[in-house]
């Protein structure tokens, strides 16, 4: 990912709540599945891992992308922000849309 794609990326997160959370067990298939839908309907999302060691946030965060096919833009503490960029966005519902940089999900587009 560009960093200037990146920077853009993070100042829209930086206003966005979690929308998924998961448990110092993993991934779990619901949560798998939520954190799916969310993407599909927000793009950008911020997920909060309860992991108490560092190292198991990471290995825990990047489980999650890699199973929903999406793009670690930034780790903070026990948040991690995850990016896939949605072809067929619903414009009402997706985070770059709200923000006006539809020309984001453009650039990062596969």
Known sequence: ???KTRKQLKQIAH??????SVGEQ????????????ALADH???????HAPDRALRTA??????ARCD???VQRI????VLFRANPQP????????????????DSTAV
């Open 60 to 65: 825990m965060g990047d489980e999650l992308a």
């Open 90 to 105: 619903k414009r009402a519902l997706s985070n770059l849309s709200r923000y006006g940089l539809d020309r984001v999900r």
């Open 26 to 37: 993993g991934a779990s298939p619901n949560v798998l599945a939520e954190a799916q839908r």
């Open 70 to 72: 999406a793009t670690i």
């Open 43 to 49: 793009e950008l999302i911020k997920v909060r891992l």
């Open 15 to 20: 206003h966005l709540d979690p929308v998924v």
């Open 1 to 3: 990912m560009h960093p």
């Open 77 to 80: 503490g026990k948040i991690v």
